[in-house]
């Protein structure tokens, strides 16, 4: 993984967000939506979030944010991260 994504990843890790390696990242890294829990961070379906219509966690974005990250949908069972 590259070394901007490191950080983010280990941080949004201690918090719970399911993250993992996925072979299509490139050197970044992906957000799962289907393991368990993974409802407290992120979901696709916008009548089933509790975030005021947003599809993920603002304590999730914050941290991405602050790394100059942002999370985007590959599918409804994954996002993928990638740099601003």
Same mark, same amino acid.
């Given at each position: 993984?590259?070394?901007? $994504?490191?950080? &983010?990843?280990?941080? /949004?890790?201690?918090? +719970?967000?399911?993250? $993992? ?8 890294? #992906?957000?799962? &939506?289907?393991?368990? +829990? #993974?409802? /407290? *961070? =992120?979901?696709?379906?916008? %009548?089933?979030?509790?975030?005021? +219509? %947003? ?6 974005? &914050?941290? /991405?944010?602050? =790394? +100059? /990250? $942002? =999370?985007? *949908? ?7 991260? $990638?740099?601003?």
């Amino acid at each position: 993984m590259r070394r901007v $994504y490191i950080k &983010a990843f280990n941080v /949004l890790k201690k918090m +719970g967000v399911p993250v $993992y390696e996925h072979s299509e990242d490139n050197g970044r890294f #992906s957000i799962s &939506a289907e393991e368990d +829990g #993974s409802y /407290l *961070w =992120a979901n696709y379906y916008p %009548e089933h979030n509790q975030w005021n +219509g %947003e599809h993920t966690n603002p304590k999730m974005d &914050a941290v /991405l944010n602050n =790394a +100059g /990250l $942002y =999370a985007e *949908w590959v599918n409804p069972g994954r996002l993928s991260v $990638y740099e601003i």
